[in-house]
Protein backbone atom coordinates (compact mmCIF):
# COMPACT_ATOMS: atom_id res chain seq x y z
CA UNK A 1 0.00 0.00 0.00
CA UNK A 2 1.47 3.48 -1.34
CA UNK A 3 0.79 6.23 1.57
CA UNK A 4 1.50 10.06 0.91
CA UNK A 5 1.71 12.23 3.34
CA UNK A 6 2.59 16.10 2.24
CA UNK A 7 0.89 19.71 2.63
CA UNK A 8 1.63 23.39 1.14
CA UNK A 9 -0.33 26.05 2.81
CA UNK A 10 0.38 29.62 2.66
CA UNK A 11 -1.47 32.03 4.26
CA UNK A 12 -1.24 34.68 7.61
CA UNK A 13 -0.28 34.04 10.98
CA UNK A 14 -3.32 34.20 13.13
CA UNK A 15 -1.30 34.91 16.79
CA UNK A 16 2.25 35.50 17.43
CA UNK A 17 4.44 31.84 17.88
CA UNK A 18 4.80 30.63 20.78
CA UNK A 19 8.26 29.07 21.35
CA UNK A 20 8.46 26.23 24.03
CA UNK A 21 11.02 23.59 25.49
CA UNK A 22 10.62 20.25 25.63
CA UNK A 23 11.68 18.49 28.97
CA UNK A 24 15.38 17.32 27.42
CA UNK A 25 15.16 20.84 25.55
CA UNK A 26 14.10 20.80 22.59
CA UNK A 27 12.62 23.72 21.16
CA UNK A 28 9.41 23.51 19.44
CA UNK A 29 7.04 26.62 18.04
CA UNK A 30 3.38 26.44 17.84
CA UNK A 31 1.51 29.07 15.55
CA UNK A 32 -1.75 29.64 14.01
CA UNK A 33 -1.85 29.89 10.28
CA UNK A 34 -5.31 31.37 8.29
CA UNK A 35 -5.15 30.13 4.35
CA UNK A 36 -8.12 31.73 2.67
CA UNK A 37 -10.24 30.01 0.37
CA UNK A 38 -11.74 31.65 -2.70
CA UNK A 39 -15.27 30.10 -4.04
CA UNK A 40 -17.37 31.23 -6.58
CA UNK A 41 -19.42 33.81 -5.14
CA UNK A 42 -17.44 34.14 -1.07
CA UNK A 43 -14.56 33.77 0.19
CA UNK A 44 -14.21 31.66 2.89
CA UNK A 45 -11.15 30.96 5.53
CA UNK A 46 -9.61 27.79 6.93
CA UNK A 47 -7.43 28.03 9.99
CA UNK A 48 -4.82 25.43 10.68
CA UNK A 49 -2.59 24.77 13.88
CA UNK A 50 1.41 24.24 12.79
CA UNK A 51 4.07 22.99 14.73
CA UNK A 52 8.17 23.62 14.29
CA UNK A 53 10.53 21.71 15.88
CA UNK A 54 14.35 23.09 16.79
CA UNK A 55 16.32 25.68 14.85
CA UNK A 56 13.29 26.20 12.50
CA UNK A 57 10.73 27.02 15.45
CA UNK A 58 13.10 29.39 17.21
CA UNK A 59 13.92 31.03 13.61
CA UNK A 60 9.69 31.31 13.39
CA UNK A 61 9.44 32.32 16.68
CA UNK A 62 12.59 35.09 16.53
CA UNK A 63 11.37 36.76 13.13
CA UNK A 64 7.41 35.95 12.72
CA UNK A 65 4.74 38.22 14.26
CA UNK A 66 0.54 37.92 14.11
CA UNK A 67 -0.37 38.96 10.75
CA UNK A 68 2.47 37.93 8.19
CA UNK A 69 2.46 35.96 5.40
CA UNK A 70 3.95 32.73 5.18
CA UNK A 71 4.41 29.81 3.44
CA UNK A 72 4.58 26.34 5.05
CA UNK A 73 5.47 22.61 3.56
CA UNK A 74 5.03 19.90 5.83
CA UNK A 75 2.88 16.81 6.85
CA UNK A 76 -0.37 16.04 9.14
CA UNK A 77 0.05 14.71 12.49
CA UNK A 78 -2.95 13.85 14.25
CA UNK A 79 -2.81 13.33 17.81
CA UNK A 80 -5.28 12.17 20.53
CA UNK A 81 -5.12 12.57 24.49
CA UNK A 82 -7.58 13.15 27.40
CA UNK A 83 -8.77 16.43 28.53
CA UNK A 84 -9.04 16.81 32.84
CA UNK A 85 -12.65 16.80 32.62
CA UNK A 86 -11.37 12.99 31.50
CA UNK A 87 -13.10 13.07 27.90
CA UNK A 88 -11.01 12.28 24.98
CA UNK A 89 -9.82 14.56 22.62
CA UNK A 90 -8.73 14.44 19.31
CA UNK A 91 -6.81 16.87 16.27
CA UNK A 92 -4.81 17.21 13.05
CA UNK A 93 -2.00 19.59 12.99
CA UNK A 94 0.50 20.16 10.23
CA UNK A 95 4.32 19.46 11.37
CA UNK A 96 6.38 21.69 8.97
CA UNK A 97 9.25 20.87 7.18
CA UNK A 98 9.90 23.95 5.35
CA UNK A 99 9.09 27.38 5.83
CA UNK A 100 9.11 30.45 3.62
CA UNK A 101 8.99 34.03 4.73
CA UNK A 102 6.86 35.80 2.54
CA UNK A 103 6.46 39.76 1.90
CA UNK A 104 3.31 41.55 2.37
CA UNK A 105 1.06 42.07 -0.41
CA UNK A 106 1.07 46.08 0.46
CA UNK A 107 5.18 46.02 0.88
CA UNK A 108 5.05 46.22 4.78
CA UNK A 109 8.07 43.63 5.61
CA UNK A 110 10.78 46.40 4.13
CA UNK A 111 12.76 46.49 0.51
CA UNK A 112 14.34 44.12 -1.28
CA UNK A 113 11.30 41.75 -2.41
CA UNK A 114 12.61 38.82 -2.03
CA UNK A 115 11.67 35.49 0.03
CA UNK A 116 13.35 33.97 2.83
CA UNK A 117 13.52 30.42 3.48
CA UNK A 118 13.71 28.27 6.54
CA UNK A 119 14.17 24.95 6.31
CA UNK A 120 14.92 21.92 9.39
CA UNK A 121 18.05 20.32 9.76
CA UNK A 122 16.74 17.39 9.14
CA UNK A 123 15.89 18.14 5.50
CA UNK A 124 19.48 20.45 4.54
CA UNK A 125 21.27 17.00 3.41
CA UNK A 126 22.25 17.51 -0.07
CA UNK A 127 22.54 15.04 -2.36
CA UNK A 128 26.22 15.98 -2.81
CA UNK A 129 26.65 15.15 1.05
CA UNK A 130 25.46 11.20 -0.01
CA UNK A 131 27.96 8.22 -1.32
CA UNK A 132 25.80 6.19 -3.22
CA UNK A 133 27.71 2.92 -4.95
CA UNK A 134 25.95 1.35 -7.88
CA UNK A 135 25.83 -2.28 -6.18
CA UNK A 136 23.17 -0.87 -3.37
CA UNK A 137 20.53 -0.68 -6.41
CA UNK A 138 21.45 -4.80 -7.44
CA UNK A 139 18.74 -5.42 -5.11
CA UNK A 140 16.07 -2.98 -6.12
CA UNK A 141 13.02 -4.97 -8.25
CA UNK A 142 12.71 -2.16 -10.93
Do not use: H
Not at 47 to 68: C, M, P, Q, V
Not at 75 to 84: I, P, S, Y
Amino acid sequence: MVSYNRVILAGNLTRDPELRFTNNGVPVCGFGMAVNRIRSKNEEVDFFDITAWRELGETIANYKKKGDPILVEGKLQFRTWEAQDGSKRNKVDVVADTIQFLNRADGGEGGGGGQQRARSQQKDQSSDDVDLNEEDFDDIPF
